[in-house]
Antibody, heavy 121, light 106 residues
């Protein structure tokens, strides 16, 4: 059974960089044609896609966040990571990592439990 | 940028059908999926590629997509179906989520 687990600081100061890692278990991150994505959800609000990455390093990002986002993959650890620069209070959200079924179907079929990141002023 | 619009809330009586709409320009030309999210939990996909159900999802969940509107229908709604529902599509370069609909089973 594929499982994803987010990890990282729950509190980040405004103007600094948010860094999260997603550890994948129960399957190799290099398997198949899957991408690996990040989605966030501000408290009481809806879902927002941040970006997705292929294990080979191909990335695509939300246009609204592209200038501040960087994603990477560590195949040796079966992990992928998110960095979001220059955060503000508007970046406070639950951050989810998920498997992106990008090839022909376009949806997220396995999700992590999510981690709340609060940006403090 | 592409947008998907959903009604904020839908109410349904137990045993009745609930329909949730998702509107976007030429949506029928894109694949739509639907997620169910219960409080404090991660989203779970209940429909993908407009009308396909993942294994383990009850048959009472069905989907359609025509024109500018995709629809998620829950037949014989049960109390455990009370949740937020989000549609989502891929517009060629970006994943877009709908605004979300809270389904209340009265």
């Amino acid at each position: 059974q594929l499982q994803l687990q987010e990890s990282g600081p729950g509190l980040v100061k405004a103007s600094e960089t948010l860094s999260l890692t997603c550890t994948v278990s129960g399957g190799a991150i290099t398997t198949g044609t899957y991408y690996w994505g990040w989605i966030r959800q501000p408290p009481g609000e809806g879902l927002e896609w941040i970006g997705s990455i292929y294990y080979g390093g191909i990335t695509y990002y939300s246009p609204s966040l592209k200038s501040r986002v960087a994603m990477s993959v560590d195949t040796s650890k079966n992990q992928f990571s998110l960095k979001l620069r220059s955060v503000t209070a508007a970046d406070t959200a639950v951050y989810y990592c998920a498997r992106d079924v990008n090839y022909d179907e376009f949806f997220f079929d396995h999700w992590g439990q999510g981690t709340l990141v609060t940006v403090s002023s | 940028s592409y947008e998907l619009t959903q009604p904020p809330s839908v109410s349904v009586s137990p045993g009745q059908a609930a329909s949730i709409t998702c509107s976007g320009g030429k949506l029928e030309d894109k694949y739509v999926c639907w997620y169910q999210q219960k409080p404090g939990q991660s989203p779970v996909v209940v429909i993908y590629q407009d009308r396909k159900r993942p294994s383990g999802i009850p048959e009472r969940f069905s989907g359609s997509n025509s024109g500018n509107t995709a629809t998620l229908t829950i037949s014989g709604t049960q109390a455990l179906d009370e949740a937020d529902y989000y549609c989502q599509t891929w517009d060629g370069t970006t994943y877009v989520f709908g605004t979300g609909t809270k389904v209340t089973v009265l």
